[in-house]
Every structure is written in C-alpha cells, then in structure tokens.
C-alpha cells in the first residue's frame, strides 16, 4: 500500500526525483575521480536506477507516441484512408453492439431499476406472458417478498378524431410513482385518487401522441378526451423519455380500475379465463432474491389453485426476468402449449454481429496490407535505426505504437459513425424515443476494445516483418488478400439470400390469397360477450355481410391471418416433439383463404375432436404414410381428417413452420376474428364492413383491416434487413477492391524491371498480365471458396427468416459470386493496365 | 585480485548495515563498505544506486539534504523504523542460514 503511495509520488515528481538521483551520480563520479575508479556511462547508470520505480516503460511509450504521431503526420493520405476503414469496420460493430447495449445491458431509467421483475406464468404443458388480473390481484394482496406489483392491459379504443383505434395502457395506478416517472405537464396517475373504480375517469396522455393528435396544445390538460365514446379528464402529459415498461411509444394510460368503463361488459378485472389478462411486474422488497419472490408466488399459485382449480395451472409458477431492461418488453403477450421457444432476440443479434465483424476482418485484411506495403517503403528508416542499436522488441513495440493511435482514432471516429448509424435506423423503424441511442460507457469502452483488437490483427503482422527485416512479405499480403475475399463474399451472400426471399416473399403465392380479404375484429371479449351472446352476434354478422355485394365469402377465426396473435404448440406426435403453429377456424376458413384442401374432406360442424393438417406437417411428421385418421394428443386425442395446402398464415417469413387447424368452438367466438373475401377491390367493401360491423352492436368498436396492409407491415422488416445487409456487403465488397487495387498496383510497381525485360524479349500484353495477377489468382480462389463454405453455414442461422427459399438458394450465391467476380476482376484489371504501359528501354535505362 | 561481485540481496542487508549508526551519502555507503571489508567487497555505482532506489520505494530509507565533507550540498540516507525492522529481521535470517551452512561445512 505504502510503496504503491511512493511510486504514484515518484511518477508525479518524476522530474525532481530525477535531479536528484543525478545530483547523487554526479557527487559520486567526483570523488570516484579522486581515487582515479573507472567510470560507467553516466547516462545508462541513471536509467538503471530509475528501473528500480518501475516506470520507464512510461517515458518508452510516450516516446513511441510522440514518433507515432509525428510520422502519421508526415503521411496525411495514409492516416486519413486508415483511420476511414477503420471508422468504417468498427462504427458497424459499435452500431450493433449500441442496440444489443440498449436492450439488454442498459437498464431502463426509471427508479431503481435493479428491484423490478416481470413475471409471466410458466407450466410443464404451458406458458403465457399474461396473467388474469384477479391472479395478479391475489398475488398483490399476498406477497410478503413485493413491495409492489405493477400491471399493464393493453386494449384497442377508439378515439375521437383518430382514424384507426388505439392501443390503451391500462395501468394499475401505482405505475407511474412506482417506476419514479415524473410528469411532462400536470400529473401522472396517482394510487389514492385513480385507485378505486369508482374514482373519476382519468386519462395520461404520452408526449407523442400529445404532439401528434393535440399539437402539443399545453391546455388539453384538465380538458375533456373520449375514448369508446366514453367521457374522460385529460389529467396530465407523461415525458417521451419515459419507457411506460413497453416498446411501444405509449398513447394513453388510463388506471386499469377503469377499463370496464371505457370497454362496456368487459369482465377483465375479475375474469381467470385469462382471454385477456395483465402483465405483472413486481418490485422485490429490500434484501430479497428474485428466487424468494419465485418461491412464494409458486406456493401462493398452488394456494389459489384450490379455489380456482380449472383456470389456474397444474405445477404453475411465476419464473421472473430481470424487469428493468428493455429486453423484458420485447416477449410482450405470446402464449402456448408446451415449453416456450427459444428467444428468438440472440441468434438475430448473434447473426448481425458476425456480419459486423466480418466488415471489421475486410478492413483490418486491407489495412494489413498497406501497412505491409509502407512497411517495405520504409525499409530504409528501419534499417538505419538497427543500425544505431534498437532492439527487435523496441523496434516493434515502436511499429506496434503506431498501429494502436491508428487504431485510437479508428475507436473514436467508430463511436462517431456507430450512433450515427444507429440513430438513422432507428428514425427510419420508429423505435420509441426514450430509447436513446447516444453512447454510454460500455459502448465507449467496446469500441476501444475493438480497436485494441483490430490493432493486433491489422498492425501485428506487419509490425513483425518489418522489425525482422524480411523483405519478402508475399504470403502475408496473399493471406490478407484470401480473407477479405472470403469476408466479403460471405456478406455478399447473405445479402443476395435476403434479396432473394423479399423478392419471394413478394412476388410468390404465400399458400393462401390475401390480396382480396379483410378481417374484422369486434373484440367481443373485451365486452365482456359471453359465448352463447357472441354466437348470436357472428350469426346475425355473418349473415349480414353475407348479403353485402361484393362479399364473396366470410368466414370466422381465433388467428387471422398476418395478424399478431399467434398460438404455438408443441405437439407429441408418435413420441416426435413437434411445434406447430395453431389456428381454430370454421368449415368456411379455407375456401375465404383460398387454401386448397389437398386430401381429406373439410371440418365440419359437431366434430369437436377433427383436425385439419398442413401439408408441410403431413410431408414431415409422415413422410411415407397416409396422415388421415392418424391421431395425437393436445390434451384431447385429435384425428387428422384432412390436409391442406401449406400456407404460412402466421410466420410468413419461416419456411419450416407448420399448421394445424382445430375447429372453432363457441367457447372461441368471444375472441374470434371474421374474416370477408371480397369479389372486387377490397378498400371499396372496407366501408360498408365496418358499418356493418358496427349495426349488430352499437357498443362494440370494431376493428377493420385490409389483410394487404398487414402483409405489408410484415415485410418492412424484411426490407430493412436485406436492405441494411446490402450496404454492409457492398462496402465489404468495396474495402476488398480497394485492397486489391492497392496490392496490385504495388506489384506492379515493384516488378517494373522485370515487367520491362520481359516485353523487351517480346511478351504479350495478356502474358504479361498474367504474370502480374498470377500471385493474386489463388488467394482469391481460396477466399472464394472459403467465404462460400462459411455463407452455407452462417446462412443456416437465417432458415427462418427466408420466406420460403433455401438457404442454399443457387441464385443468390451465383449472383452474389457473380458480382464479387466482376468487380474484383475490375480492381484487379486497373492497376494491372500499367504494367501494360512499361516502356521497356526506360524500365531498364531505370536501375 | 578479481573485484568480489555480491548477490543483490547481501548488498541490500550490508547498506541497511552501516545506516544503523547514521545517515551516510552514496559515495560513503560504498566506502565504509569497502573499507569495513578489508578492502574485499567493491560497491560500483551501477548496483549501489539501483539498490538505493530499491530500497526508497520500499521505505526502508528516506533522503535528506545535507553537506558533504567537499562542501557539496547531497542526499544523505537515513534508516527509518521500517528499515530498522527490516535490517533485523534480515540479519536474524542471515545468521541462520549462515549456521546452517557453517554446520553443513564442519560436519560433511
């Protein structure tokens, strides 16, 4: 401790320190003298002592540093393209690693946000994100290990002025002073005025919405807003830099205690169906684990099972994820039978990442070789200062030095392009606000790390060479070359895959027909329908639209199509685990889609227990027998009646999900979509659908929507990707042409001699040209080969993601190849041109 | 007759040794070494500073000015109690490794 002390008080008054010890040899030296001793090197002497501190390596470095500068001075054109690949290879990283940092490492800024859990329920046959609000509520009356406990509904209304209906965060009104959110203007909601259900209406209008729909208009607050028709008081604005716990930019919240106000019927608030139902999150007491809370919500389940044995789970337990970061938004209200999929958040980000570093390999590959290329300019200085006593380790800590300010620059001009990068798509994906992209220190200290690490790949190598004066640095630049051809045709590929499957996507049949079809959800549920009511109403509906002209057929289901609920099983068939996407429809469902039965008859009514299968499943599950009649369990024993065309209603872009259809039961229609196949134009029918809609039950709002537009929406994210790939391999495919237009143009000049002698005993132009692409023809070979081979298996990754092709779809690799070829052929045929243009008596008359 | 060279360790315990009766400056730690050793040990700048350094940061010395006998303004270096403590234990050490050896070289 005490000799740490000294030797921090050494390196602060190094300089006095080092007077005196001189003071000392000097005094020394003069009465040595007397005596007539041999001296030492006074200079070396010193040195040596000063070891004893253990700081010279200080003074070596900022020695080397300041040579580093001064000589990256000397070359400006050589800094600025080295710091710009740089810039280039590591903003890419930080950019990905700046979204992975906002949804997974940074915590939310709300109040202490290490407390907050959210909790979804979890079963051996089943899992859901949503709990039904009387089994929050019990758990909130209970818990000793919860300080508080937090739930959120999100309900469509409508709202006056506003085209489509909106999503409501119905809160429970400890929300806001909870997660310590403070208001914009007025007040945010407040548990002892919005607690109780009788309290007066009250409305928290989010910044956004506030600006879009009010124009940002300070005396709404206090004024009058209607949702569902329902009067409300507007009481205050909640900042945009507020998460509200949902990805989301929130409109309103209005207190959870008043949502059956605002939805007429609705029994969400003590309905255990759990049709609807709340997300949980829980604030852990002072000192307690995650694992306690866990526990006891486990027994307190088991407890509440007993009065509620049907609706409440088996075994069911309340696992918790760390609620304070953005992650724990993203599994939003997804439910199912059987174990939960994995996330699908990592293998994205997984994926992005190594194409990010694969951006990052090209440009340390080309930078690599022009410092191989300056490392042979410089052979000169190099060999002048072993001349004079460097060391092989002094000479490439110095070469080394100047590779890492390279690499300092590349970091910061990186941090730079990475939030620039990362703002522009998330402007252009409408990422809520309080997302912010702007770099804390963990994305600072990654893009130093990047650029240590980029240092050693970029400057190691060359360093070597040039500190053991080699002269022939040919196997390393032909390495360099190989890889970024390999990095770069591996983005190629990529990019050709996702090109490819949006063009699919578009232009193929998906299995069903949506171009012609809307969909109309009543939200029946919400209004608290029970299932006989909502039979009447879907009769008197369906017959109504029925007569409509221009419908030619309707039909009803729990999942529409390109919609957002989605149901997933995992299915025990013949002791296979299988996981199935499932719908229930009715007998009209596959002709209003235009899903061809293939064999087998349709559903039919009074057949509670007949499936229909997908011929995706049928092909896999059965590959050599005749599915119909086979049977599996889902709880029940179910028998396979028929099979229909594979159509891929829920995930479009997943070619290996598969569909089972169950039949609708009237337990169903109180969640049940309708769906209308129009004759003609669609949009035209949208009008009279709704009023329609909206004649059977003027309490209810239903929602219409154009399953085109729906189709749309889900493809946008397709478009970015394949999008955002397309430019990463393109400024992959870039950096490696300008590599190889640097290696080439320097054989070139390096060979002129002999270039000269050879057409001076009469060479052709094309032998020549070999001669001078020789050394670069395998390389580029065997990065090809290389860079195909790791595409096939980085593509796997992407299988579902493609819409439907291969991941070792020919065209996009030929493609892709095809471009790579072209334009490395140019790079290399450029330069190449002035080894053409040696005058043969002037290449001699040279030397 | 060859100049003796010394491990480092003995010359760290020898210049802990003639601080003991005062504050001495380099050039007279190297003398009374010399002089002490009938001449044998020789104490060269290029060890005796290192050493000094050494022994600083570990804070078994401090440095002070003082005036030479030439009428020179040097540092003087002074035992403090750590080095005191130090110069014990090293000599006890010392002691008992060197009558382990003696007894080794008497009995063998």
């Known amino acids: 401790m005490n000799q740490l002390f000294r030797r921090l008080r050494?390196?602060?008054?190094?300089?006095?320190?080092?007077?005196?010890?001189?003071?000392?040899?000097?005094?020394?030296?003069?009465?040595?003298?007397?005596?007539?001793?041999?001296?030492?090197?006074?200079?070396?002497?010193?040195?040596?002592a000063r070891d004893a501190w253990g700081w010279t390596w200080i003074d070596r470095f900022s020695q080397d540093l300041r040579y580093a500068a001064r000589m990256l001075r000397k070359s400006p054109g050589f800094t600025f393209a080295a710091v710009l690949m740089l810039a280039i290879g590591i903003g890419v990283n930080v950019a990905?690693?700046?979204?992975?940092?906002?949804?997974?490492?940074?915590?939310?800024?709300?109040?202490?946000?290490?407390?907050?859990?959210?909790?979804?329920?979890r079963a051996p046959d089943n899992y859901a994100f949503a709990l039904p609000y009387p089994e929050m509520a019990f758990f909130r009356e209970h818990s000793r290990t919860l300080s508080a406990v937090l739930a959120m509904n999100t309900t469509k209304l409508a709202v006056e002025g506003e085209a489509k209906q909106i999503d409501v965060d119905f809160v429970t009104a400890n929300f806001f002073t909870n997660l310590g959110a403070t208001p914009l203007l007025g007040r945010l909601l407040d548990p002892v005025r919005d607690g109780s259900p009788g309290a007066d209406p009250v409305v928290v209008l989010g910044q956004g919405f506030w600006q879009r729909h009010f124009g940002a208009d300070p005396t709404v607050v206090g004024g009058p807003i209607r949702l569902n028709g329902k009067l409300a008081t507007v009481v205050g604005v909640a900042a945009a830099e507020f998460s509200g716990l949902s990805l989301n930019a929130t409109a309103l919240w209005v207190p959870i205690a008043q949502q059956p106000y605002f939805a007429a019927g609705s029994h969400l608030l003590t309905d255990y169906s759990g049709t609807s139902g709340v997300r949980m999150w829980g604030r852990l007491q002072p000192g307690v684990a995650p694992q306690a809370a866990e526990q006891e919500l486990r027994s307190l389940a088991a407890e509440l099972r007993k009065q509620h044995p049907d609706e409440i789970w088996e075994k069911e337990g309340l696992p918790s994820d760390p609620g304070g970061f953005a992650q724990s938004m993203i599994a939003g209200n997804r439910s199912g039978t059987g174990s939960e999929g994995k996330s699908e958040l990592y293998p994205v980000i997984g994926m992005v990442a190594a194409l990010g570093l694969l951006i990052l390999a090209v440009a340390c590959g080309n930078l690599g070789s022009l410092l191989l290329a300056r490392g042979v300019a410089r052979e000169r200085e190099i060999a002048?200062?072993?001349?004079?006593?460097?060391?092989?380790?002094?000479?490439?800590?110095?070469?080394?030095?100047?590779?890492?300010?390279?690499?300092?620059?590349?970091?910061?001009?990186?941090?730079?392009?990475?939030?620039?990068?990362?703002?522009?798509?998330?402007?252009?994906?409408?990422?809520?606000?309080?997302?912010?992209?702007?770099?804390?220190?963990?994305?600072?200290?990654?893009?130093?790390?990047?650029?240590?690490?980029?240092?050693?790949?970029?400057?190691l190598t060359p360093a070597l060479q040039a500190a053991r004066q080699r002269h022939r640095a040919t196997i390393a630049r032909q390495f360099l070359v190989g890889a970024q051809v390999a990095a770069s045709c591996v983005l190629l590929i990529v990019a050709g895959l996702l090109g490819r499957a949006l063009d699919h996507a578009i232009s193929s049949n998906p299995g069903f027909e949506y171009q012609h079809v809307l969909s109309i959800d009543p939200g029946l549920a919400l209004h608290g329908y029970s299932p006989a009511r909502a039979q009447a109403y879907m009769d008197t509906l369906e017959g109504r639209l029925r007569a409509l002209r221009g419908v030619r057929s309707v039909a009803l289901t729990l999942g529409p199509p390109l919609g957002h609920r989605s149901e997933i099983a995992g299915l025990d068939i013949d002791g296979r685990a299988v996981r199935v996407q499932i719908n229930r429809v009715d007998p009209q469902f596959f002709q209003t889609m235009q899903i061809p039965l293939l064999r087998g008859r349709n559903l039919m009514p009074g057949e509670p227990r007949a499936v229909i299968v997908s011929a995706s499943l049928a092909r896999g599950v059965w590959p050599s027998q005749d599915p119909l009649g086979k049977k599996f369990s889902l709880g029940e024993d179910y028998t396979i009646v028929g099979v229909a065309g594979a159509a891929r209603l829920v995930k479009l872009e997943d070619s290996d999900s598969v569909e089972v259809y169950f039949p609708l039961a009237q337990a169903d229609l109180p969640a049940a979509s309708v769906l209308v196949r129009a004759s003609a134009a669609p949009e035209d029918l949208a009008r009279a659908v709704a009023a329609t809609a909206k004649s059977v039950d003027p309490n209810t709002f239903p929602e219409v929507e154009l399953m085109k537009t729906g189709f749309r929406q889900k493809l946008r994210g397709a478009e970015y990707s394949a999008l955002t790939v397309s430019v990463l391999g393109s400024v992959a495919d870039l950096l490696a042409c300008l590599g190889i237009v640097g290696v080439v143009a320097y054989a070139v000049s390096q060979r002129t001699r002999e270039i000269g002698i050879r057409m001076a005993l009469g060479a052709r132009p094309a032998h020549i040209l070999s001669v001078v692409l020789r050394q670069f023809s395998r390389p580029v070979a065997a990065g090809l080969l290389v860079g195909v081979v790791a595409a096939t298996a980085l593509s796997r990754l992407l299988r579902g993601q493609l819409y439907g092709i291969g991941n070792l779809d020919p065209t996009a690799y030929l493609g892709a190849i095809g471009i790579f070829a072209v334009t490395v052929a140019v790079a290399a045929l450029w330069p190449a041109r002035r080894a053409l243009r040696v005058d043969p008596m002037r290449a001699l008359r040279h030397e | 007759m060859p100049k003796t060279e010394m491990p480092s360790g003995a010359l760290v315990l020898l210049i802990l040794r003639v601080l003991r009766s005062g504050a001495l400056h380099g050039y007279a730690i190297a003398q009374r070494i010399h002089v002490l050793s009938s001449e044998v040990l020789h104490v060269e700048e290029?060890?005796?500073?290192?050493?000094?350094?050494?022994?600083?940061?570990?804070?078994?010395?401090?440095?002070?000015?003082?005036?030479?006998?030439?009428?020179?303004?040097?540092?003087?270096?002074?035992?403090?109690?750590?080095?005191?403590?130090?110069?014990?234990?090293?000599?006890?050490?010392?002691?008992?490794?060197?009558?382990?050896?003696?007894s080794v070289l008497r009995t063998a």
């Open chain 1, 384 to 459: 002048i200062r072993v001349a004079v006593g460097a060391g092989k380790g002094r000479l490439l800590r110095q070469l080394f030095t100047e590779s890492l300010l390279l690499a300092l620059l590349g970091s910061i001009a990186g941090v730079a392009v990475g939030y620039v990068v990362l703002r522009a798509l998330m402007t252009a994906t409408e990422i809520p606000v309080w997302l912010n992209p702007t770099p804390d220190w963990r994305v600072v200290a990654f893009a130093l790390a990047a650029g240590f690490a980029s240092a050693l790949l970029f400057g």
């Open chain 1, 10 to 48: 050494y390196l602060l008054h190094r300089r006095r320190f080092d007077r005196e010890l001189a003071g000392d040899l000097d005094f020394h030296r003069e009465m040595a003298q007397r005596t007539g001793a041999p001296l030492g090197n006074a200079l070396q002497l010193r040195e040596q």
């Open chain 2, 46 to 102: 290029g060890s005796l500073y290192p050493a000094l350094q050494k022994i600083l940061l570990k804070g078994w010395v401090t440095a002070e000015w003082g005036i030479s006998e030439t009428n020179r303004k040097v540092r003087f270096y002074r035992l403090t109690p750590a080095g005191r403590k130090q110069l014990e234990a090293e000599l006890s050490e010392y002691g008992r490794v060197n009558e382990a050896i003696q």
């Open chain 1, 96 to 121: 990905v690693f700046g979204f992975f940092d906002l949804l997974v490492l940074r915590p939310l800024h709300i109040r202490d946000p290490a407390t907050l859990l959210r909790f979804h329920r």
